[in-house]
């Protein structure tokens, strides 16, 4: 008898806090994707590229989860404060039946164990079955394949997961039921009232919303400048003065809600009594609001800016080139030779040499390359940050790097670019995207137009064409500030013959049609690798750039997941906590009247502002936020695609908002549950 009243008392726990069981679910789920994510096909991968950096990244991940426990460990405790609260009077109603106080507490214990039980039961097979799909899903993206797919299942992150969660769950339990079951009856079978706070002059509330409204802006200009993000007590003043203005603004709110009430649908039959619900929620749990607002605020800035800052990786490199043989002039037929002996030659549909040297004609290394012309076309052009840094990077290319026009044409037939014609007395500049910002390259193309007159190594030659910017080899690391492009027989003339050759491979189509390209390059690697050549491929390089999406998406939406449930969860358990204390107000409307309908329409409105104001705060300081958060991260070059990013960033926090949406309507059906019950007439002890 004992059980099945401990499995009924569990169920129907379950049931009647399928919201809070959800949010569990939602945390086991998050905590072991993120806790296996080095099972992940994509991280097996990048160990093998980037080990390192995966080290490094594997390092936080115990970090993360540590904190997150320690968060969590006050939203369940919270949340279970609530649970036993409702219950309370079931309590007091099973001592004056005879129960004994250890039997109570051992009956709430198994309770909690079933229910922790269940929830690992359902979160953790879900988790691995997610976990597997987010495997396939990434493997299939970035080009792995699923051939070679390896299973994503984690014992560490299995015992991780329940051994943490068990532990918080446990924790909070033993804090609060022994509070419930040292209580005496009569406390237990009485209904305590929330205690009244004193209200202040309303002129105290208009400052106080005044002022926080002042110290948001000044928080976000501070960090959209980025004057914050210039040292730690910088950005650690922007925050807490960020904070401070959210805490002042949700206090002074009290003054905004009275001005609206005083100009509300007077034919609403319940508008009081929502008015006066909703003044008590902002003046009794304005903290617990602007607490959850930011927590809604860093979700929202963690998932666009996250998803965006992947986004720009993972499209901002071209795949142009899939090998890279580094050697000198002599070893180029050497290198054919050697691919032919081991019957690999065939494999590359384009195999072409990239010739990049320097100037061996000029006896000092000083102003061999004068472009005085140019530097005079910048200075005469409107003043801005690219056109300075133009200058200064210019100022010091007076013994610039030369690439062979043949080699480069060739890169850019392969790309699918038009080729470049140069005269004899023509050359083309060239600058690595990693050193010149679009702006910067209109700046230098619109001088370019002008075909300006410059002297190389006391000979005049005139600047034509466009700037240039296609990698020249595969290995990214390998990159050039400022180069000049000439004609092989001037190329040959200014190095005199010294200069480094590049033997450039790109993969026959047959091949990457039948597997990914990841796998082509991969099998590949390892026949070059029998051949001792020194070669780059371009999964050195895609390891490095999948990093840092890998990094940007999964930790961030990883938090994004985590704030979004304890913010929900606070504000919805807050919300019910506060409709259940106020059950006698509902009960003396029903007994007025009212219509369950009636009740639940005005319980749905409340819910709306109750959610609604922490939501909209959040997202309108999200817009700022995700900016501010560009203005300290990203680079000069990844700046110019900030609009781009800013639009992702807005479809992300969109889709967030979409998420909210439904969980208010969830927490609305508790809700109307709830007021279900108080439908029915109880007899009062």
Known sequence: MFFKLVARNSKRSRKENSLFFASLLISIVAFYVILSLSRQDVMIFLSKMESDAVNRLMTMIPVLYGITLFILFFLIYYASK????????????????????????????????????????IGLPAAILLSELISLITARLVGLGI??????????AVVCTAAGFLLIKLTAFLILSGKIAGQE????????????????PVWVYAAAMITGICCLIAAYCLAISGFSWYRMGRMGFTMVLGAAGTLLLFYGLRFLIGSLAKG??????????????????????????????LLILAALCCFGAGVAIAEYYWGSEP????????????????????????DLDSQFSDLFEMQVGSIHTAKELENVFQLDSVMSALSEMEPSEDRDILLNNLGYADY????????????????GNPELTLGKDEIAVYMDS??????????????????????????????????????????????????????????????????????????????????????????????LDETGLAYESYLQNLGRQLFYVVAASYITIYLAIIFLIIANTMIGVQFLMGQQKSNRRYMTLIRLGATYELLCRAARKQINWYFGIPIVVAVISSLFGVRALFAGLLSSRMQESLPEMIIVSGVMIFVLCVVEYFYITAVKRSSSRYLLTLMVPEREE
Request: charged share 20%.
């Open 82 to 121: 609530y649970q036993l609260e409702r219950r309370r009077h079931e309590f007091g109603v099973y001592l004056m039946m005879g129960m004994r106080r250890i039997r109570l507490f051992a009956m709430l214990l198994l309770e909690d164990i079933r229910s922790s039980v269940m929830a690992l039961l």
């Open 147 to 156: 051939i070679h797919h390896q299973v994503s299942f984690s014992l560490y």
């Open 185 to 200: 009856i009569g406390a237990l079978l009485v209904d305590t009232p929330e205690g009244a706070k004193r209200q202040m």
């Open 400 to 415: 610039p790097h030369l690439i062979s026009l043949s080699g480069y044409n060739q890169l850019l037939s392969a790309a």
């Open 434 to 527: 990693k050193f010149v910002t679009n702006r910067g390259k209109q700046m230098l193309d619109q001088i370019l137009e002008t075909e300006p007159k410059v002297w190389l190594d006391g000979n005049s030659y005139y600047l034509t064409g466009k700037v240039q910017t296609a990698d020249l080899v595969t290995d990214y690391s390998i990159t050039l500030s400022f180069a000049l492009i000439l004609p092989d027989e001037a190329f040959e003339y200014y190095t005199q013959g010294k200069y480094g050759s590049y033997l450039n491979g790109i993969l026959d189509a047959s091949i990457t049609e039948k597997v990914s390209l990841m796998t082509a390059i991969s099998d590949m690697n390892g026949k």
């Open 319 to 342: 795949h142009v080139l899939d090998y890279t043989f580094e050697s000198n002039e002599s070893d180029v037929t050497a290198i054919r030779k050697t691919l032919a002996a081991h």
């Open 264 to 293: 509300g649908n007077k034919s609403d039959r319940l508008r009081v009594f929502n008015i006066r619900q909703i003044e008590e929620t902002v003046i009794h749990r304005s903290g617990t609001l602007a607490i959850s607002s």
